[in-house]
């Protein structure tokens, strides 16, 4: 079973996830481990704070994106670098799996720079209302860390973004403010004001998040392929593991017996 065509964001090379052009496989995966389990504790403690209203926040949601994006690329980076037939096993995968391994960092590189943006324009004023230090933590990793662990992927990591991931991204969105109704319907209240129907023309701010969404989306990708054209333009070759294919330009790990 295939992608369909129309979600389809064309052929992904499996080593641009698992390689990077400035540090080798072997301190990726290790970046991406510490990564990994800084945000596992972040996420632990978001958990423990909000406990019963865990999951009404985008925030939550987009961090549980970052949460499982790091993991399933610290195990990429894992397999890559500790096996010899590493990228025959990662290719042998079925077309699904390879996509939703994509749309598993194309989710977090989206939506981490939105919550950055909305959080510190317009929510920031949270943080001053008499928070404790636990609850400062967590804001502050979960409203500033994410962006910063996104740009540590997009500065040091290969992973492409393709404008047909736009669909999956905003209907993703879509489904969070039907989310929020039914909190609404259910509690009375909304999960965040500028969703609120009884203000005036908050039909605008629907409008106006699916726009904000869609174009953060484009600006990003844009980004990353401007990113990859200039790697390409300089002669950025990525650091590779030895392979039983063999490559041009080969790191060799110890060999375990």
């Not at 290719?91 to 989206?110: D, F, G, H, M």
């Not at 209302?129 to 990793?141: A, D, Q, Y």
């Not at 990591?157 to 404008?163: F, T």
């Not at 174009?215 to 590779?240: S, Y």
Request: contains cysteine; aromatic residues 16%.
């Amino acid at each position: 079973m295939r992608v369909p065509s129309f979600l389809n964001p064309g052929v992904l090379d499996v080593e641009t996830l698992v390689t990077s052009v400035h540090v080798s496989p072997v301190t990726l995966f290790r970046i991406r481990t510490l990564l990994a389990l800084y945000a596992w504790i972040c996420f632990g403690g978001e958990m423990y704070i909000v406990r019963n209203i865990l999951g009404i926040y985008f925030t939550d949601w987009s961090w549980l994106g970052i949460v499982i994006y790091l993991t399933t690329a610290a195990y990429n980076s894992y397999i890559y670098t500790s096996q010899p037939d590493a990228l025959t096993k990662l290719e042998s995968r079925s077309s699904w799996v390879k996509y939703l391994n994509w749309l598993l960092y194309a989710l977090p590189a989206t939506y981490a720079y939105i919550v950055s943006l909305v959080f510190w324009t317009l929510l920031v004023s949270y943080l001053s209302s008499g928070v404790g230090p636990m609850e400062m933590w967590t804001s502050i990793s979960l409203h500033a860390g994410n962006s910063v662990i996104m740009l540590t992927e997009l500065i040091l990591g290969r992973v492409p973004m393709a404008y047909p991931m736009i669909f999956p991204v905003i209907s993703i969105a879509l489904l969070y403010l039907a989310e929020s109704f039914v909190y609404h319907s259910s509690s009375g209240g909304w999960v965040y004001p500028f969703l609120d129907t009884a203000i005036p023309f908050a039909w605008a701010f629907y409008v106006g998040l699916i726009v904000a969404f869609s174009a953060g989306f484009c600006l990003v990708t844009a980004i990353h392929k401007g990113r990859d054209q200039r790697r390409t333009r300089l002669g950025m070759k990525p650091k590779v593991v030895y392979d039983v294919m063999g490559f041009a330009d080969v790191y060799t790990l110890p060999k375990s017996y």
